[in-house]
């Protein structure tokens, strides 16, 4: 069995199109080709354990993962956990991969294969509310579908967002990169905005003219008591586009919404539908909301197990 740690996966990524593999789980998806239950949620108070299993026709794969938030005061990861894979054919154990990075990696080819199908091909800026691992990768792949030329940075904690574009600008040398201290500027300088956190209560302004036009990509809200998105943003929509139906059991950003008369379920889409029929967004205003599926991260896991092997990475472990 193969053991692939943080390191590991973030050399093998640099060596495979993660975009074009969440692409084809997104067709899987559509095609139903795969086995996958809900995933399994158990909480202690604000803290989340998940267990997200999957089959598809290649491969069986699980992932288990905590989410504690309290880590970040502890200067410990917020999300730890791991991902296994196993023989289709057999059952053993082939593989165990870091779940955080799995998820940091797979969630940013999400957040930008969103962006590739929802937003303007020539958008040219982009928003972070949210400076952490998740929001960071966002950028990063961001990048690949869009010819950015600025980026926009706020987070509550100033010495981590200084610290968050330190790091990026080494990723991203030839982007403007600005931290932003007021979120209204910061949405009204970007074409794209993307959420990236825990909050309960919205986190962009309730202003219609505001977000008139704007491209959300929310990745935070995955409890029905999560909200990133205003009221406001909803009237606006012809529209809202997701990465799958389980969207509507889990998160706020699509319960509440249902639940006060703001959208219906005729205008709930999945990314894989307006991926095959090529959703018209223009000048209009977009809304793409994941929560996450096994499926993708069995696919990215997979995608890149297969490229460890290739270039000999990782470490080998007895069953």
Same mark, same amino acid.
């Given at each position: 069995m193969l053991y692939l740690n943080s390191k590991d996966i973030e050399e093998i990524v640099e060596n495979i199109d993660l975009i074009e593999i969440v692409e084809k789980g997104f067709k899987m998806y559509g095609e139903k080709s795969y086995q996958m239950p809900d995933r399994i949620h158990l909480d202690k108070g604000e803290d989340t354990v998940l267990y997200m299993p999957c089959i598809t026709k290649d491969i069986i794969g699980t992932k288990i993962l905590s989410l504690f938030p309290q880590n970040k005061d502890k200067n410990l990861p917020v999300i730890s956990g791991i991902m296994l894979l196993n023989d289709i054919d057999t059952g053993l154990p082939k593989a165990i991969l870091n779940g955080s990075s799995i998820t940091a990696f797979r969630t940013g080819a999400l957040g930008s294969t969103g962006i590739k199908y929802t937003t303007k091909k020539d958008s040219k800026s982009i928003g972070l509310i949210g400076a952490g691992v998740q929001g960071f990768h966002q950028l990063l792949f961001a990048a690949k579908v869009r010819n950015i030329k600025n980026m926009y940075i706020f987070d509550k904690n100033k010495d981590k967002v200084d610290e968050f574009k330190v790091k990026l600008k080494k990723k991203l040398p030839n982007i403007s990169i600005k931290v932003e201290d007021n979120i209204e500027?910061?949405?009204?300088?970007?074409?794209?905005? $993307? +959420?990236?956190?825990?909050?309960?209560?919205?986190?962009i302004p309730n202003d219609k003219e505001l977000l008139k036009g704007k491209h959300i990509i929310a990745i935070g809200s995955y409890k029905y008591k999560m909200r990133e998105i205003p009221d406001a943003l909803y009237d606006l929509l012809d529209e809202v586009y997701v990465d799958t139906e389980l969207a509507v059991e889990e998160s706020g950003d699509?319960?509440?919404?249902?639940?006060?008369?703001?959208?219906?379920?005729?205008?709930?889409?999945?990314?894989?539908?307006?991926?095959?029929?090529?959703?018209? $967004? +223009?000048g209009k205003t977009t809304l793409f909301k994941c929560v996450g599926m096994a499926l993708l991260d069995v696919v990215v896991a997979e995608g890149i197990f297969s490229k460890a092997l290739e270039l000999k990475k990782g470490t080998k472990i007895p069953l």
């Open positions: 500027k910061l949405v009204r300088n970007s074409d794209i905005i $993307i +959420t990236a956190t825990p909050s309960e209560s919205p986190v699509i319960i509440q919404p249902l639940e006060k008369g703001l959208i219906n379920k005729n205008q709930i889409k999945t990314l894989s539908e307006i991926m095959s029929r090529e959703a018209d $967004i +223009t």
